[in-house]
């Protein structure tokens, strides 16, 4: 992912974001379900390509993202 680490990780963290990452994932696989482009780019590449040529793609995706950090820079 690029992130840098001042510290190492324990291995059970890395399993825990690991997870999570992956929940994140099935999460948006379960919303692009039903997507005409979702579904013709999972006939053809792997998982992880499809999510995130979806993720740079969709609109919904994008608007969601748009939402969250208003969310958050209000909480702030």
Known sequence: ???RVSEKKTKEQFLY???RQLEIMEG???ICKGCDIYIE???KK???EVANTCA???KLISNVQKETK???ETIR
Do not use: D
């Open 1 to 3: 992912m690029g992130r």
């Open 17 to 19: 974001e690991r997870r």
């Open 28 to 30: 948006i696989s379960s």
């Open 41 to 43: 780019l999972r006939k």
């Open 46 to 48: 792997a998982h992880k």
């Open 56 to 58: 740079r793609n969709c």
């Open 70 to 72: 208003m969310f958050l």
